[in-house]
């Protein structure tokens, strides 16, 4: 699902007021935390809903079958996107594996306050089932372009935009992040940046 109604923005509204975690940031990025204690947003978490389009999938997309989730290990301040890929079905029932098995995004992460988590995406990890049309097993890493090389970027459209004498705006690298709207042991609701809304849960509810 990727179109916003009413309702369901009214319902995570009304869910967000409800909110039982003071702080769902605890934790994240601090590897001198207690070790008894349990960060809030520790471990692995499955996509429900996201008003994304990118991060929805469904057997009659052209991308195809997926679940999507994260793991997050909150000591350390990494989250880990997963997105894993259902094989294909043939007319006689049999599966046969996507050339492309898996994605894995790899971020860094820090909090900004009580509830909000700053990110840096570093890599992503395509796992494939072939090369080229030999059944191999295999991971290529696309390096994500960091901060630096996007305030670069950033600096030199700026320059231009002076030197040409352009009546524009200055732009600004935007920062990645999402917002904890509502977090329990079980479900967890978060709006991003770009104003996206997730709702994951955990695997064994």
Not at 76 to 83: L, P, Q, R, Y
Request: include cysteine; glycine fraction near 6%.
């Amino acid at each position: 699902m990727s179109q916003k109604r009413p309702e369901d923005l009214k319902c995570i509204e009304e869910l967000s007021k409800e909110n039982p975690t003071s702080e769902a940031t605890l934790g994240l990025g601090d590897k001198t935390l207690d070790k008894t204690l349990k960060p809030p947003l520790e471990g692995a978490w499955n996509l429900l809903f996201s008003t994304a389009a990118d991060a929805s999938f469904s057997r009659d997309s052209k991308r195809g079958d997926a679940t999507a989730g994260n793991i997050v290990d909150a000591r350390k301040g990494k989250i880990t996107n997963v997105i894993k890929f259902a094989p294909a079905v043939d007319d006689e029932g049999n599966e046969k594996p996507k050339a492309v098995d898996e994605l894995r995004v790899k971020l860094t992460v820090n909090a900004e306050g009580p509830n909000r988590v700053n990110l840096v995406f570093k890599y992503v990890a395509v796992k494939f089932t072939k090369f080229f049309f030999l059944p191999l097993r295999w991971t290529l890493y696309i390096p994500v372009p960091g901060p630096t090389i996007g305030k670069l970027v950033i600096g030199l459209s700026n320059l231009k935009r002076r030197l040409l004498r352009k009546n524009e705006p200055k732009r600004e690298l935007p920062k990645a992040f999402f917002d904890v709207l509502f977090l329990d042991k079980d479900l967890r609701v978060h709006k991003t940046g770009e104003d996206n809304i997730f709702i994951q849960a955990r695997p064994e509810w």
